[in-house]
Structures are given as structure tokens and as C-alpha cells.
């Protein structure tokens, strides 16, 4: 209670924004001045005035933060939130695979490092991706590093999409027997998964979306009850907007554990010291932020 009191009060006093990704923890979640997913996140970084960004998410957000609003202050509260998928294919890999396709235009999905967004054409999200390939002229495009959402991507492209092999482990590991299993128990309720998933879970599947997607989208519906196949931490977000509808995980252990790593404490800790900040050299920053913009500027 105090640490909310506190964090509340410090924030006022230090002109920061708190802003939370739809898979934190519920505590954090509620001192956030927006909850969102990458895509909404990343839009809230580049328009906002305030002098300190708390992310509390992952690297590549506070990252792609920091790219933005290089004259911010950006703290991620817990230095060791990372995300295993955005480090799975090094800038040395990315150039070997452009050196293989030298007529593809190349496109990262925002779960990457800043140097392999500046050895990228544009950035997208999950929320995104389609429209961003197909805003492309070139007719072949390598997309890195979610072999999920490049096969995702594909199915509403003519382009020929070359992908490489990485993966959220927690989607991945989401089956279609999950996705069965889960509608004999809840006949009624329409199955929501997120692009991260394997194409069998999304075939299974009634809708596709990203997180913020799937809030739309509960709002929306007629349907009463939703099995939703994401990280945990959307459904409550979805409670909370939603209080008469049901919602239920599609499995109990979709949890990315380093998204789970930022509590209240470390929140005000990050408020008091402004530590641990985030940024990136501005060589690396200048032209990762091309591709970011560039994905900005697509219509969705
Ligand atoms: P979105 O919230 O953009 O759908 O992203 C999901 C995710 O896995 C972020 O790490
Ligand atoms: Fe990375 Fe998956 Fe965790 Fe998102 S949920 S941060 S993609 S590991």
C-alpha cells in the first residue's frame, strides 16, 4: 500500500511515466499511466513530454523507448528483464542472411535487439506485421527472428517470406490439443491466440491477435467467454475491463518469467535512483530508429 503511495506521489514529483506492457504482474499494471501492447507502447514513447520513462516490460521496449526519446531518461526497474526471442539471431547472422537475399527488404519484429533493428528495413509487432510487409515494394522480404509470425504474416501476403528460426517460448510451447480441449470444456467461448503461437494453434483458433487486439476484440463480441491463448498476465487486464464476461487461460503455465521480474518495489526503486537506465549509442540508435519510424508511419 505504501510502496503504491510512494510511487504515486514520486512520480508527480520526478515528471515520469509509468508505462506497463498488458504481461506484468496486476500491482503493476495499476500504478501504469498506460497498459498496452508493444505497438501501443512504443507510439506512447515517442509523443510523450515527460522527462522519465519507467518501463516495466522487457529490454527491447525500454530499448526501442530509449531509440525513440533519446533525450529521456528511460529506466527499466529490473536490469535482467529480457526477452530470449530478441536475442536469438545476431546482427553477424542477419547480414549473412542478407547477404544470401540481396533483393529482399528486411523486417524485424520489435522483440530484437537495437543492432539488429538498425541492420533492418522497418520494424513491426504482432499487431502490425501484416500491413508493414505488405506497405514494402520489394517482393521477397526476410523476417526475423519469429518463425511464428513470419509464417503468420505470410499467409496474408503474395511476398515470399524467408524467416528465421526463433521463437517466444512461451507461445511456442501452446499446443492444438490445448486449444481443443479447452473448447470441449467451454463450448461456448470463442479461442483468442496470439500470432506468437505455432500456425496448427492458430488454425484451431477462432481469431488471431495481438494483446491489445484481443482486448479490442473481448470488448466487442457478443461472446460471453473467451479461452485466451497468450501469457498469462493479458487475462487480467481482460477481467478488468470486462467484469461480466469470463475469460480462461488456455493453459495455466503460459508465464514469461522475465516479464513477471518487475514488482511494485523495484518500480520505486527505479523512481528513486532512476536506475538501472537504458540506452543505446547513437550510431546504433540513428538508424534502428529509421526502421521504428518507418513502422510508425504505416497505417493500421
Ligand atoms: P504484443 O503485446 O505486442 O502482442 O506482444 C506480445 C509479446 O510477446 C511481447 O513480448
Ligand atoms: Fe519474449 Fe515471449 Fe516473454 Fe514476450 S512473452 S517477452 S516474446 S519471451
Not at 506497463?20 to 497498459?35: F, G, K, R, S, T
Request: aromatic share 6%; hydrophobic share 40%.
Amino acid at each position: 500500500m505504501t510502496a503504491i503511495k510512494d510511487i504515486l506521489a514520486l512520480k508527480e514529483e520526478r515528471q515520469a511515466t509509468i508505462l506497463a506492457h498488458n504481461y506484468q504482474i496486476p500491482e503493476v499494471q495499476d500504478v501504469a499511466d498506460l497498459v498496452g501492447d508493444s505497438l501501443e507502447l512504443s507510439r506512447a514513447a515517442a509523443r510523450l513530454d515527460t522527462e522519465v520513462i519507467i518501463f516495466c516490460g522487457v529490454d527491447f521496449m525500454a530499448e526501442t523507448a530509449a531509440i525513440l526519446s533519446p533525450q529521456k531518461k528511460v529506466v527499466l526497474p529490473e536490469k535482467g528483464a529480457w526477452c530470449p526471442m530478441a536475442h536469438m539471431i545476431t546482427p553477424d547472422q542477419l547480414r549473412d542472411l542478407k547477404a544470401l537475399h540481396p533483393k529482399a527488404a528486411v523486417v524485424c519484429y520489435v522483440n530484437s535487439t537495437a543492432e539488429i533493428k538498425a541492420e533492418s528495413d522497418v520494424c513491426c509487432t504482432s499487431a502490425n506485421g501484416v500491413q508493414v510487409v505488405n506497405s514494402l515494394s520489394e517482393n521477397e522480404v526476410i523476417f526475423v527472428p519469429d518463425r511464428n509470425l513470419a509464417a503468420y504474416v505470410a499467409r496474408f501476403t503474395d511476398k515470399k517470406v524467408i524467416s528465421w528460426n526463433g521463437y517466444c517460448y512461451v507461445h511456442d510451447h501452446l499446443t492444438a490439443e490445448q486449444v481443443k480441449a479447452a473448447r470441449a470444456e467451454h463450448p461456448r467461448a470463442e479461442v483468442l491466440v496470439h500470432p506468437e503461437c505455432r500456425p496448427e494453434v492458430i488454425d484451431e483458433a477462432d481469431f488471431t491477435y495481438s494483446t491489445a487486439g484481443m482486448g479490442r476484440h473481448a470488448k466487442a463480441s457478443a461472446a460471453r467467454e473467451f479461452i485466451i491463448g497468450t501469457e498469462e498476465g493479458m487475462i487480467y487486464r481482460l477481467k478488468k475491463e470486462n467484469p461480466d464476461k469470463e475469460f480462461y487461460p488456455l493453459t495455466t503455465n503460459a508465464v514469461c518469467q522475465n516479464m513477471k521480474k518487475t514488482d511494485l518495489v523495484k518500480v520505486l526503486r527505479a523512481l528513486q535512483t532512476l536506475e538501472p537506465q537504458v540506452t543505446v549509442s547513437e550510431e546504433i540508435a540513428a538508424r534502428a530508429r529509421r526502421s521504428i519510424e518507418r513502422m510508425l508511419a504505416v497505417k493500421i
